[in-house]
């Protein structure tokens, strides 16, 4: 959490909340580390993209990758490794026909 929140304030409009599991939005598993919902936005803190879902951050490292990640603008080329992205929660899987 600590890395976490030392990367939220060296963005200068970032926002960082604490709260139990966002259930709309993220799939969290108890005990299995924190989870994260991600959203870029403008200097107005408008929406400026899609919300990202992160987690489980189990290790210092995942929370060291994470704020790299966000520190470089949350690219989409990669450097996010697979297993740091969230399932999103139940309700926002299409159902299969």
Known sequence: MDELRRTVQQCPHGVMVSTGCLGKVLHCRRGRGLYA???????DRIPAGIVV????LVTE????AIGAWLRAGMPDDGTLPDRLRAAPAPQQVADLN
Do not use: K, S
Request: proline residues 13%.
């Open 37 to 43: 919902a991600v959203q870029p936005c403008g200097v």
């Open 53 to 56: 879902r992160l987690g489980p």
């Open 61 to 64: 490292a995942d929370a060291e």
